[in-house]
């Protein structure tokens, strides 16, 4: 895997995990409590090894997506400064440091958090440097929130020519088909 790759897949389930947590609405439905399986299908964006995830863990995987939430959020309405100090917080709170680990069975591999830190830490200290690494990269630009009306995910914007609209294809269709319906209704 590519070191680049893994960044993106950190970001990825950074993004995830802050929709999941701190977006009133998603895809046109009312945000659902965090659970473990919803902490399950973030983490398995970036990792096949899945760990245990206890209601300690989901509480605290639930506070600092919501911590992510704000600070993306703050991101896509050009406040770097607040939202820096709000990730500068998140990486202060988790500890983060670079730390090489081999697991058996593994190569030696980048972990953001020394292993003595709970499971939920570990991760949020990946998906904090994760996030502070696209603050400071050209593609800042690319972080967006969703066009469509009772969605509030935010999304990176994989198009080469930056016009992506939606975090999904579900809203640009519920989108098309409320244009459509407004459309037909009109005499």
Not at 17 to 31: D, K, M, V
Not at 90 to 110: G, I, K, Q
Not at 154 to 173: K, P, V, W
Not at 175 to 181: D, E, L, N, P, Q
Request: charged share 25%; aromatic share 6%.
């Amino acid at each position: 895997m590519d070191a680049t790759d893994h960044l993106k897949a950190s970001l990825e389930a950074a993004i995830a995990l802050a929709n999941a947590t701190g977006a009133e609405w998603s895809q046109g439905r009312a945000r659902a409590p965090l659970d473990e399986v919803t902490v399950g299908a973030v983490l398995r964006l970036t990792t096949n090894r899945m760990p245990s995830i206890d209601d300690a863990a989901v509480a605290e995987f639930a506070t600092g997506g919501e911590r992510l939430y704000r600070a993306l959020l703050l991101l896509t309405e050009g406040e770097t400064d607040t939202a820096a100090s709000a990730i500068n917080e998140l990486l202060a709170s988790t500890r983060a440091a670079p730390v090489l680990v081999r697991h058996p069975e593994s190569a030696w591999h980048l972990h953001f958090a020394t292993e003595d830190v709970s499971i939920a830490t570990g991760w949020l200290a990946e998906f904090g440097t994760a996030t502070a690494m696209l603050l400071g990269s050209d593609d800042l630009d690319r972080l967006h929130p969703c066009a469509a009306e009772r969605c509030d995910n935010l999304f990176l914007d994989a198009t080469r020519n930056h016009r992506q609209r939606f975090c999904s294809t579900a809203c640009q269709n519920r989108t098309k088909v409320a244009a459509f319906r407004s459309r037909v209704a009109r005499p």
